[in-house]
């Protein structure tokens, strides 16, 4: 409905962030920001030890400091175990703690130290018991259970628990049985993979408003504002028509905030106190609290023939969950879904088990189990690649996907630009990678690479648009902005189906009571799957606009094309109507106001039966796979195993672009985010509490440990039909294939092969002190 090559109006252009000057002039308003009339504080107590039985409560001390209003333990909520896919977890622990840091009482207080300081003076009457702190204690065949009583579970699935294994999976393609005799050479190693810590900015808080008729406002730093809804209403036992939840601008989730974290427990304290509740986790609570990325620990092996085409591959893959369910399942199962890499192998067998541990649970994070296993992966390809002598991009070059080709559990896949990626990122090294100064002495230089993928596509989500009066339009979506740009990007989308500039679309604040639907801003799917919603949503909208504007013109709707700036014109003529024209005659004459609405469910091409065997997987459907490569040039000091990355190119398969200049800079943070899980970040426990919960002890990257230059190469070569525009999503992708890139060029600097990150100093140095034991199991068929 557009003039053919007409330059774009909104999507392809970098736009300033909407929320861009409100953030960077410190006036954004994030959930600490936000009070309310008579409001108390709330503070929560946790448990000191890793397991035991809680035989009582003495609440009297604590109700005792000046301004204390309410005290709460599970004993005060209603008793109920909820979950996503196991039914495991209490608001509050509930006759039994399962790791240091859990939630056993609440208070809310006129003042924020009398809070804390009550919070301090709540005792509880403990039986300690055996704990299990790691996945060797969990599996030990005589290992205490961290829930006893999980045969009584409402649970998802027919996966079965057995032990401190709460659920297994697999997937099964071809023969790998026998296809190990058609390989040439075998690699077979052992990788390990930290817990992480998201390190957003804002710490967890929610400010809770009652109301007279019993309604509670929840303002909180969350992924969805509907799971979120649903949650609180199930651990609560309240009608979801009694909560309203409203998006502030949220500092930072990475999937740390993709489930709940403060927000029931300061409904309970508002509920009984009636009156307005605030909780805000320090930064010590909000690591040894909520969750972290999965621990894991994957077995893998792959065999190809002695010109590297891939034959079998074979995995097990085993998940840390910690001390609750959370959404480990899924997790773990992308984990398996990704352990085969975008690459061709016929002959695939991947196991997957998440168990329980007593440590802070584990649930979603940036990459979603794709970053444990693009790690092995990534790093056996490599190992393959010397052991057969073969440059390793060419080796993933050799088997790389192609348009046509399936993922493993057999979805067709059309939009894949793999080989793009690679070509792509091997031009920018070989021009770039010379001009670099060479190392200092004593340093050795490696160069590695690595390929990755992800998912865009993944669930339920809708919009809605209208036609003000004055020619402008409102899009109101549940999506919230968690930092990656949305409110910015789909507006985009919005303004280009129309030709209008972004500015003018209006974005709406989120809020239960008013925005359509949305699942989560999770799994990089909010460009594809969200802008498809928003995209047909302005379609239909623009054909009730076209059809007025064909009575206005008295001419067929076939006749128009849609013109910058917000008009309507008779194609080859200069014969136009207005927006402003159309809306004035469809509010005050003729069919009402303009508008269009949309809500799916992913749809796209489904697991094949036929071409996969799979048990207990998580998702009933994903999709719409996304593609990439990152390489890296990083020096090693002989003497002392530092590493320092000089620079890092990160290709990727994104569809179309639609802001540029903000799909860069998620592709920058994910890279620095992803050096910290490579070389530096690991939650550590010491007989079960958690030895380093402050940024005093924990180390996330700073600027003296990010390389000088990051490059991303946005790669447009592979449109997604049934994307906005042909956009994919890029958000998560950035971090999956930087731990093995790194590993990689560590091994072709020192020769030498760390199967466990982060590679620290120390590890390196061991590493290079011990080769002989480091070097990677392989064997010549």
Not at 295 to 320: C, H, N, Q, S, Y
Not at 506 to 535: C, E, F, H, L
Not at 708 to 723: N, Q, S, Y
Request: charge should be negative; proline fraction near 6%; aromatic fraction near 6%.
């Amino acid at each position: 409905m557009s003039a053919d090559g007409d330059a774009p109006t909104s999507v392809g252009l970098s736009s300033p962030r909407i929320d861009g000057a409100e953030k960077a002039g410190g006036k954004a308003k994030y959930a600490d920001d936000l009070s309310a009339p008579d409001m108390l504080y709330g503070a929560i107590a946790t448990s000191p030890i890793p397991a035991g039985r809680i035989l009582g409560y003495d609440l009297s001390e604590a109700r005792a400091v000046p301004g204390v209003v309410a005290v709460l333990t599970a004993e005060d909520l209603p008793q109920r175990r909820v979950g996503s896919f196991v039914k495991d977890e209490t608001t509050l622990a509930r006759g039994r703690v399962r790791y240091v840091g859990e939630p056993v009482a609440a208070v809310a207080a006129e003042t924020r130290e009398a809070a804390e300081l009550a919070a301090q003076l709540v005792l509880v009457d403990y039986e300690e018991t055996p704990a299990v702190c790691s996945l060797d204690e969990a599996l030990a065949a005589d290992a205490p259970r961290v829930h006893p009583e999980q045969a009584d579970y409402a649970r998802q699935g027919d996966a079965a628990a057995e032990g401190n294994v709460f659920w297994s999976a697999e997937i099964v393609e071809g023969d790998p049985d026998a296809a190990w005799a058609e390989c040439d050479v075998v690699v077979e190693e052992v990788y390990e993979t930290p817990a992480q810590y998201h390190a957003y900015m804002e710490p967890c808080s929610a400010l809770v408003e009652p109301d007279l008729g019993g309604r509670f406002t929840v303002r909180s730093a969350a992924q969805s504002i509907f799971y979120l809804q649903g949650r609180i209403s199930e651990e609560l036992d309240l009608p979801m028509a009694r909560i309203r939840c409203v998006a502030p601008r949220i500092g930072g989730g990475f999937g740390g905030k993709n489930g709940v974290n403060v927000q029931p427990i300061a409904v309970a304290l508002a509920r009984v106190a009636e009156r307005p509740v605030k909780i805000t986790l320090s930064r010590s609570q909000d690591i040894e609290m909520l969750r972290s990325r999965h621990p894991a620990r994957i077995r893998m092996k792959t065999g190809a023939k002695a010109d590297g085409t891939l034959v079998a591959r074979e995995a097990e893959l085993w998940f840390d969950a910690g001390a609750y369910v959370d959404e480990s399942p899924a997790v773990m199962s992308f984990g398996l879904l990704c352990s085969r890499g975008p690459y061709r192998c016929p002959n695939v067998r991947v196991r997957g088990h998440a168990v329980y541990t007593n440590k802070l649970k584990a649930g979603s994070f940036r990459g979603f189990g794709n970053p444990q296993a693009t790690f092995a992966s990534e790093s056996q390809l490599d190992a393959l690649a010397r052991r057969l002598g073969l440059d390793g991009l060419a080796l993933r070059r050799r088997n790389a996907m192609a348009p046509g080709d399936h993922w493993l559990g057999g979805q067709r896949v059309d939009a894949c630009a793999m080989r793009e990626c690679l070509d792509a990122l091997e031009a920018r090294m070989a021009a770039e990678v010379p001009a670099l100064p060479p190392p200092e002495e004593g340093w050795a230089r490696g160069v590695g690479v690595s390929g990755l993928s992800h998912i865009s596509g993944l669930m339920g989500t809708s919009a809605a648009v209208n036609l003000r009066s004055d020619g402008t339009v409102a899009l109101s979506t549940g999506v919230v902005d968690i930092g990656q740009g949305s409110d910015t990007v789909l507006p985009q989308i919005c303004a280009e189906a129309l030709r209008l500039p972004p500015e003018a679309v209006a974005y709406a604040a989120q809020d239960t009571d008013s925005s359509p639907y949305n699942w989560k801003t999770a799994a990089s799917r909010i460009t594809y799957t969200a802008g498809r919603a928003v995209m047909q949503a302005t379609v239909e909208m623009r054909q009730r606009i076209l059809e007025h504007a064909a009575e206005l013109l008295e001419c067929g709707v076939g006749d128009l094309e849609l013109a910058p700036g917000g008009a309507v014109r008779i194609a080859g003529s200069d014969r136009s109507v207005s927006f402003r024209e159309v809306a004035a005659r469809a509010f005050n004459r003729i069919g009402g106001p303009i508008m269009g609405q949309h809500a799916f469910a992913f749809d796209g091409p489904r697991f094949d039966p036929k071409r996969a065997a799979m048990s207990n997987f998580a998702f009933d459907n994903l999709g719409v796979y996304v593609f990439g490569a990152v390489g890296l040039v990083a020096d090693v000091d002989r003497e002392t195993g530092k590493i320092v990355v000089q620079k890092v190119w990160s290709a990727h398969d994104i569809g179309r672009a639609v802001n540029p200049q903000s799909a860069e800079g998620q592709v920058q943070g994910a890279v620095v985010q992803g050096l910290g899980y490579a070389l530096l970040e690991e939650l550590i426990w010491e007989d079960g509490r958690l030895a380093n919960p402050s940024f005093m002890d924990y180390k996330i990257p700073d600027g003296l440990d990010a390389p000088a230059a990051i490059t991303p190469i946005l790669v447009e070569d592979a449109p997604e039909e049934t994307g906005p525009f042909g956009a994919k999503g890029v958000g998560e992708a950035g971090i999956v294939g930087v731990a093995p890139a790194l590993a990689n060029a560590v091994a072709d600097a020192v020769g030498v092969r760390l199967t466990r990150i982060p590679m620290t100093s120390e590890r390196v140095l061991d590493a290079i002190e011990g080769r002989a034991s480091e070097a990677p199991a392989s064997r010549t068929a």
